[in-house]
T-cell receptor, first 115, second 109 residues
Framework: NAGVTQTPKFQVLKTGQSMTLQCAQD?????MSWYRQDPGMGLRLIHY???????DQGEVPNGYNVSRSTTEDFPLRLLSAAPSQTSVYFC??????????????FGPGTRLTVL | RKEVEQDPGPFNVPEGATVAFNCTYS??????FFWYRQDCRKEPKLLMS???SGNEDGRFTAQLNRASQYISLLIRDSKLSDSATYLC??????????FGAGTRLTVKP
């Protein structure tokens, strides 16, 4: 049982490049989400999914796309990276949206720098 | 105004000290409340839930005041290993987690 895994751990991009941040969980959780963490801002919700085939926008969705073709995977795509997207990205999963924090699991994070 | 606000610190305290962190939230319909701990360059991890009646877990005590929309965390007998950033987290009425920016604590020998 690996929990929530994220790849890569670190990434440096140039402005305008695209990339996909991978997130996978092996706990059969229906709810998955992506957050970004910036200094002085706390974690902010980018996109979330309540099940395979269903995604929705969070607080800061602009510049990001997601899809959920399987229960296990929830990739985050940056179509044209901008320096404002330099951040630490966390993926999280739980059995359902609004589940107590004691059943919410976070991945180890991806540190992204956009030059 | 941020939905969840915390004093960013940093708090620098000696070992054995008692330290208290405060948090306020703006959405009165918020449902659940938590404290998370985040070590440098790591993911947040749940420290404890916060109940209206207050709750204690060893050296840690959490309190909630719904009328004032205020949450607190008290750490007694601080240890070096308590050095971390403490995040106040609220689940709002849309069932989304809202995070404070965190309060940084450094415990010194």
């Amino acid at each position: 049982n690996a929990g929530v895994t994220q790849t890569p751990k670190f990434q440096v991009l140039k402005t305008g490049q695209s990339m996909t941040l991978q997130c996978a969980q092996d706990m059969n959780h229906e709810y998955m989400s992506w957050y970004r963490q910036d200094p002085g801002m706390g974690l902010r919700l980018i996109h979330y999914s309540v099940g395979a085939g269903i995604t929705d926008q969070g607080e800061v969705p602009n510049g990001y796309n997601v899809s959920r073709s399987t229960t296990e995977d929830f990739p985050l795509r940056l179509l044209s990276a901008a320096p404002s997207q330099t951040s630490v990205y966390f993926c999280a999963s739980s059995y359902y949206r609004g589940a107590g924090a004691d059943t919410q699991y976070f991945g180890p994070g991806t540190r992204l720098t956009v030059l | 105004r941020k939905e969840v606000e915390q004093d960013p610190g940093p708090f620098n305290v000696p070992e054995g000290a008692t330290v208290a962190f405060n948090c306020t939230y703006s959405n009165s319909a918020s449902q659940s409340f938590f404290w998370y701990r985040q070590d440098c360059r790591k993911e947040p991890k749940l420290l404890m839930s916060v109940y209206s009646s207050g709750n204690e877990d060893g050296r840690f005590t959490a309190q909630l005041n719904r009328a004032s929309q205020y949450i607190s965390l008290l750490i007694r007998d601080s240890k070096l290993s308590d050095s971390a950033t403490y995040l106040c987290v609220v689940i709002d009425n849309n069932n989304d987690m809202r995070f404070g920016a965190g309060t940084r604590l450094t415990v010194k020998p």
